[in-house]
């Protein structure tokens, strides 16, 4: 009999993960019960378990999505399709508490890419970025990809001047990626554009390589040093969640402990 019971909880529990796999938007809890027929104290109980497990998450409305365990799969190559879907919860609460344009960035053929974007809330400095591709070395998106190794360093003679800002020598950008590293993310003033300025933090895969960037841009009239900073260690906060979600787990430097000064 456990056995019996045992393999129906099972069955059970494969078909309420089949129902939010395969949906095409996040499922919700009486939509789950409803969908398999189960009663809602099993549909719950079914749940808890497939979620303490990765199985199964819930998004910031309490709807159900594929857990981290199938993130991590899917993100094994890189940034995946999925990696949006992933993300917007996170950029959606970036671009809340900034009011600023946020994007998430990938590596594409020597570019940044962007490929999602939440607009800011302001009509001055909305950008529609998606699909747009950006240099490397003179986008915040760009120098986080360099300095954690998801792109290659441009040739020296291809670091285009598109400002009076552009840093254009590879011994400088150099200098400025190491910055990057040690601080945990990038900031560029007007060096893409004039008038624009953004940072942005490195996010990262369960094997701990970077697979994109979270950035957040605005007008050198609203992005003043205070917000420019409240901004980075925002988008740094939401990178790591993010991160987290993907499996990537944070080391304690070897000969270091949590807590040592």
Same mark, same amino acid.
């Given at each position: ?129 998606? +699909? %747009? *591709?950006?240099? /490397? ?11 954690? =190794? #998801? !792109? ?88 790591? +969640? %993010? *991160?987290?979600? /993907? ?11 949590? =807590? #040592? !000064?």
């Amino acid at each position: 009999m456990s056995n019996q019971n045992g393999t129906q909880a099972v069955d059970r529990a494969a078909r309420l993960l089949s129902e939010v796999v395969h949906s095409p938007d996040p499922m919700t809890f009486t939509g789950l019960s409803a969908a398999t027929g189960l009663a809602k104290s099993t549909t719950s109980r079914l749940l808890l378990a497939l979620e303490r497990h990765g199985l199964v998450r819930r998004d910031n409305h309490g709807r159900f999505l594929p857990g981290e365990m199938f993130v991590s799969f899917a993100c094994r190559g890189g940034a995946e399709a999925g990696l949006i879907a992933v993300a917007q919860p996170f950029l959606d609460r970036l671009g809340k508490s900034t009011g600023e344009t946020v994007n998430l960035g990938v590596t594409s053929n020597g570019m940044v890419e962007q490929i999602a974007q939440v607009d800011s809330t302001y009509l001055i400095g909305g950008t529609n970025w998606i +699909g %747009l *591709s950006v240099p /490397l070395h003179c986008s915040a998106s760009g120098k986080v990809l360099l300095a954690f =190794g #998801a !792109a290659q360093i441009p040739p020296p003679h291809t670091l285009e001047r598109r400002t009076d800002k552009t840093i254009t020598t590879e011994a400088a950008l150099k200098a400025d990626l190491a910055t990057v590293r040690a601080r945990g993310y990038a900031v560029t003033d007007e060096e893409l554009e004039p008038g624009l300025i953004a940072v942005a933090a490195p996010v990262h895969s369960v094997d701990g390589s970077v697979v994109a960037a979270l950035s957040v841009s605005g007008p050198t009239t609203r992005m003043t040093k205070e917000h420019t900073t409240a901004a980075a260690e925002r988008c740094t906060q939401e990178a790591a +969640g %993010l *991160s987290a979600v /993907l499996g990537y787990r944070q080391r304690i430097t070897r000969g270091r402990k949590a =807590g #040592a !000064a």
